[in-house]
């Protein structure tokens, strides 16, 4: 499956894949991607996660009714790039369980899943965005063993045993798939079966590869290699489009771009709050000089009341601590009704000057108008600046979209870019090299799969009545015809005894492996039931565990875990009268 990376002719199939992905994600057009990766394995009927931080814990497999069964606590890591996949690939890679068998130097001793999860938003000619979702299992499953081959002795056993007991689960799985009148499907048999429970006989696409040995010594091994996987093409799967998956991660990330980007143009908004507006400057003023004695005054003491009502109610909002947007519709309330009592005085005292004042004169009274309501509008917009760098201060990590009332521009930006850098897609469009590259070898698999069709569909007229539709000019051609078609049927019945003996051997050779197996688990089973009655009697008298009759019948069996659950251990501590 992984291969080799030098020469790239031999590289398997799962980088291989990379490029297929990411190569098609990047001359799509008008379409955005989210892809992310996980790695895990199955060793000894456990899952193991080979991207996390301990690659030896036990993760649980649920079932959810919509998402189906999932790995619980399974890493997901989202990636950008072929080069990304292969050093995700690399690092589980390295972390899998092999060993040494007398097959093999490096024998896996797990099977494999790496999945590959895309999400994808398309964008149509009225601008509405649609959401597709789906999954690339990639599965590297054990080989199954034989104990006489292998050589495998003690931990190498028991796993040989583990393996092959989860591909003859995956057998049977298969079988009962296409015998179609099997009732009862055996996917809970094993951890493997039940993870690929979609990619058997579910909504999936499935590409069975099975790898032979042209040794002559594993002849048996190929022959039953070639059944299990000609069983397995029979199975009939029924894929859909995930159209609109309601638990789309793409879809959360857009809805919180969206969130982020209007946030930051609020912020800009408040940040920016524009001064109070000056009342507009007149040519000629009509006032005297005790008129404007008398406005100076008043509009400083307009200004003094200003500020103080501001200073308190800024006050007020730092105590209560209210959101930015009241704070905002006060400013501006208050900008507007200081504006327009300036505006009514200077209305005022335009109504009552019957005389002209000269230029210099309407020089020094603008200047002194304007002086004091400038240093009004900078108080203001200090104090909206230190509102929102003490709101911001007060939330150190940035919190959910929903929260996210507080917080830096900085952090919003920082958290917009990181959102933004998950999506992929339309980096190549218009690269016309890698457009063609990807329309030949698109042109290539179409004309293969055609050929494919083909074949088939040749295979099934050969098996068929066709001679019986013929029509013959002489009873000699009709005799030499159906000779002929004789001979074929002569053939492929040898052929089905032939199958019928290799299958009777096959199961007594497994029969026989079985019988091993069983007298193996019987003697450990012998031996742990004589350690224990060995033990029992050392056991204290008032602890729960002294009765092991009682234990056995409060024990109970978790499917999901595999385990056994078993009663705590408790001591009864008995006081005795003094």
């Not at 199955?42 to 193991?48: A, F, G, S, V």
């Not at 398309?122 to 979702?133: C, Q, V």
């Not at 919180?256 to 000056?278: C, G």
């Not at 008129?291 to 009502?309: A, C, N, P």
């Amino acid at each position: 499956m992984q291969g080799v990376s030098d020469p790239p002719a031999q590289r398997g199939v799962i980088p291989r894949a990379f490029e297929h992905v990411f190569e098609s994600i990047q001359c799509a057009e008008n379409t955005k991607f989210l892809v992310r990766a996980s790695y895990l394995e199955i060793y000894n009927e456990e899952i193991r996660d080979l991207l996390g931080e301990d690659t030896k814990h036990k993760l649980e497999l649920k079932e959810h009714p919509d998402k189906g069964v999932y790995v619980r606590a399974l890493s997901q890591h989202t990636v950008h790039s072929v080069t990304e996949c292969e050093k995700i690939m690399d690092m589980g890679w390295r972390n899998r369980s092999v060993g040494y068998t007398l097959m093999n130097k490096d024998s896996s001793r797990s099977h494999s899943i790496f999945t590959i999860t895309i999400e994808i938003c398309t964008t149509d000619e009225s601008g509405e965005d649609h959401l597709r979702a789906g999954k690339l299992n990639l599965v590297d499953l054990a080989g199954s063993e034989r104990q006489s081959k292998t050589g495998a002795t003690g931990e190498r056993l028991k796993e040989a045993t583990k393996i092959n007991l989860s591909l003859s689960a995956l057998g049977n799985v298969i079988s009962a798939l296409v015998d179609g009148k099997s009732k009862h499907i055996p996917y809970r048999d094993s951890k493997l079966t039940r993870l690929l429970q979609d990619s058997l006989g579910g909504n999936t696409k499935t590409l069975m590869v099975a790898c032979l040995s042209p040794a002559d010594n594993n002849y048996d091994e190929t022959l039953s290699t070639l059944r299990y996987a000609n069983r397995a093409k029979n199975i009939k799967n029924k894929p859909r489009i995930n159209e609109d998956p309601k638990d789309a991660l793409l879809r959360e990330f857009q809805e919180e771009i969206k969130k982020l980007k209007a946030m930051l143009a609020d912020q800009s908004d408040i940040r920016e709050l524009p001064a109070f507006q000056t009342p507009p400057e007149k040519a000629e003023h009509t006032e005297v000089n005790g008129h404007e004695v008398d406005m100076e005054s008043e509009k400083r003491m307009i200004r003094q009341e200003y500020e103080e009502r501001f200073a308190r109610l800024k006050a007020e909002y730092e105590a209560e601590q209210k959101s930015r947007a009241r704070l905002e519709e006060d400013i501006n309330n208050l900008r507007n009704s200081y504006n327009q009592q300036l505006a009514d005085m200077e209305q005022d005292l335009r109504k009552k000057a019957d005389a002209s004042i000269n230029g210099p004169h309407e020089g020094s009274s603008a200047a002194a108008e304007q002086q004091p309501e400038a240093q009004v509008a900078v108080h203001l917009r200090s104090v909206t600046r230190d509102n929102v760098g003490m709101e911001a201060t007060a939330t150190t990590l940035l919190p959910p979209p929903d929260t996210m009332r507080s917080v830096s521009p900085q952090q919003v930006l920082a958290r917009l870019q990181m959102l933004e850098q998950q999506v992929v897609g339309g980096e190549q469009a218009k690269n016309k090299d890698l457009k063609e590259k990807h329309k030949r070898r698109k042109k290539y698999a179409d004309e293969r799969k055609r050929e494919l069709i083909a074949a088939l569909q040749n295979v099934d007229e050969d098996s068929g009545d066709r001679i019986l539709l013929n029509v013959y000019e002489s009873i000699q051609e009709e005799l030499q015809a159906k000779g002929k078609h004789l001979e074929k049927i002569q053939k492929k019945l040898k052929a089905a005894e032939m199958e019928i003996e290799d299958l009777h051997a096959e199961f007594a050779r497994d029969r026989d492996d079985y019988l091993v197996t069983i007298r193996r688990q019987e003697r450990e089973l012998l031996f742990f039931q004589q350690m224990l009655d060995q033990i029992q009697p050392l056991i204290r008298r008032d602890s729960n565990y002294s009765n092991l009759d009682k234990i056995r019948r409060e024990a109970s069996w978790d499917e999901d875990s595999g385990s056994w659950r078993i009663p705590e251990v408790v001591v009864q501590k008995t006081s005795l009268p003094s």
